[in-house]
């Protein structure tokens, strides 16, 4: 069964800041991993997908790389705003398999 | 605006009441999910729905009753809930499932903004 897990479970920042958010999952045999913003009470806003066959992913300030290997992902924020306080999740999807989601990480990044 | 919305965004209600979530996707997709979102909990895959027909149900206890009536409408009737049921509930859509959708789809999915649902 597939678990995943992220780290750290918060994380504050001051604005500038570069930063590196973690996901780690059991089965390394993904299909796709996807990264996912959440505002407080609010539904999950997609950022970033990567396919099993890629190793990096870029959308504006933001880059995610996939080691299947070692089952990590990482989610990287260059120059953070305050805007970008949320909480980031990142979901994990095995061949014929629902998507499995970890717990995420909140971020706040103070101005 | 993700091209799903979700109706009531809130929810208060008793233990004896029956309410109704309703989602709604404009995006062609013929998948569609409930999750719950509990504090401090991951994300919970409560139903999946691909082209009208169930294809998951993640051991939900039967006082939460799923409809898909269409590919667009999805429903979530409440009767009978426990306090411990408050949560946020959030509606996805994505592209097909697979083969047909039989199994589960690998695509982007799209959120609602949920429904914060309160039990007295």
């Known amino acids: 069964k597939q678990e995943v897990t992220q780290i750290p479970a918060a994380l504050s920042v001051p604005e500038g800041e570069n930063l590196v958010l973690n996901c780690s999952f059991t089965d390394s045999a993904i299909y796709n991993l996807q990264w996912f913003r959440q505002d407080p009470g609010k539904g999950l806003t997609s950022l970033l997908l990567?396919?099993?066959?890629?190793r990096e992913q870029t959308s504006g300030r933001l880059n995610a790389s996939l080691d299947k290997s070692s089952g990590r992902s990482t989610l990287y924020i260059a120059a953070s705003q305050p805007g970008d306080s949320a909480t980031y999740l990142c979901?994990?999807?095995?061949?014929?398999?629902?998507?499995?989601f970890g717990p995420g990480t909140r971020l706040s990044v103070l101005p | 605006e993700t091209g799903v919305t979700q109706t009531p965004r809130h929810l208060v209600m008793g233990m004896t009441n029956k309410k109704s979530l309703k989602c709604e996707q404009h995006?062609?997709?013929?998948?569609m999910y409930w999750y719950k979102q509990s504090a401090k909990k991951p994300l919970e895959l409560m139903f999946v729905?691909?082209?009208?027909?169930?294809?998951e149900n993640n051991s939900v206890p039967s006082r939460f009753s799923p409809e898909c009536p269409n590919s667009s409408h999805l429903f979530l009737h409440l009767h009978t809930l426990q306090p411990e049921d408050s949560a946020l509930y959030l509606c996805?859509?994505?592209?097909?499932?697979?083969?047909?959708?039989?199994?589960?789809?690998?695509?982007?999915?799209?959120f609602g903004p949920g429904t914060r649902l309160t039990v007295l």
């Open positions: 979901a994990v999807n095995n061949y014929g398999q629902n998507f499995v």
């Open positions: 729905y691909n082209f009208k027909e169930q294809t």
């Open positions: 995006l062609g997709h013929n998948a």
């Open positions: 990567i396919q099993s066959s890629q």
């Open positions: 996805a859509s994505s592209q097909d499932g697979l083969a047909g959708g039989r199994l589960p789809s690998t695509d982007t999915q799209y």
